[in-house]
């Protein structure tokens, strides 16, 4: 499947649950927004569930390379259930990675088997200042694991990317923000003023 197909199936599929919403709303960054797009509900939907998990699978191959990578691991929380599902189709051992390392056991917070050397593949389901994703590398990295890409559903261009490369981290993905929100007003499912809403957050950063 050619890029251009996947992201007009992921458009369809996400404006099909609703994932994309309007409003007031605080990000993990602590910053607010006046929208926001919910992944977390992606597996509450079988179907879209596996068609955003093939994208992800055919994502990895066509532009990391499975040849490229030992491990892949989700970013908690919606990274892990995409995550799991996209290294169990590639056949790539599957890690995750927890917010805070644990109290008790091992007290790790890279939980699955970690080789020093291991290329891992991170995944979350978007994007906005890229911290997930960082504190994630650097957890991996610091049990001597190797992250050089990661991979989401949505980039909402707020200079996530820059901060990441900046971290000699490639981020790949499938739509950014404004595709999306383009392809939902193109029909009608968005208004004018809520495009707008969403281009102006993008102007902002």
Do not use: W
């Not at 992921?10 to 919403?21: C, D, E, T």
């Not at 978007?126 to 991996?140: F, I, P, Y």
């Amino acid at each position: 499947m050619k890029k251009g197909e996947m992201k007009a199936e992921l458009a369809q599929i996400l404006n099909r649950i609703g994932a994309l919403r309007f409003g007031s709303f605080k990000l993990t960054s602590g910053k607010m927004s006046p929208y926001y797009m919910d992944l977390r509900v992606v597996p509450s939907f079988p179907d879209a569930f596996k068609k955003v998990c093939d994208l992800y699978t055919e994502l990895i191959k066509t532009e990391i390379g499975t040849d490229k990578i030992e491990r892949i691991a989700g970013i908690p929380t919606a990274g892990i259930s995409f995550g799991s599902i996209a290294a169990y189709n590639l056949k790539k051992p599957f890690l995750y990675v927890r917010s805070t390392p644990r109290e008790h056991g091992r007290g790790r917070q890279v939980e699955g088997i970690l080789n020093p050397g291991d290329r891992v593949v991170l995944v979350d389901d978007l994007v906005t200042k890229g911290g997930s994703v960082l504190k994630a590398a650097d957890s991996v990295r610091a049990e001597g694991g190797v992250v050089t890409d990661a991979v989401v559903l949505v980039d909402r261009q707020e200079n996530g990317k820059q901060i990441l490369a900046d971290a000699d981290i490639n981020l790949h993905y499938l739509l950014t923000i404004t595709e999306l929100a383009n392809s939902l007003y193109d029909v009608s499912i968005i208004s004018k003023k809520q495009l707008d809403t969403i281009l102006k957050q993008v102007d902002q950063q």
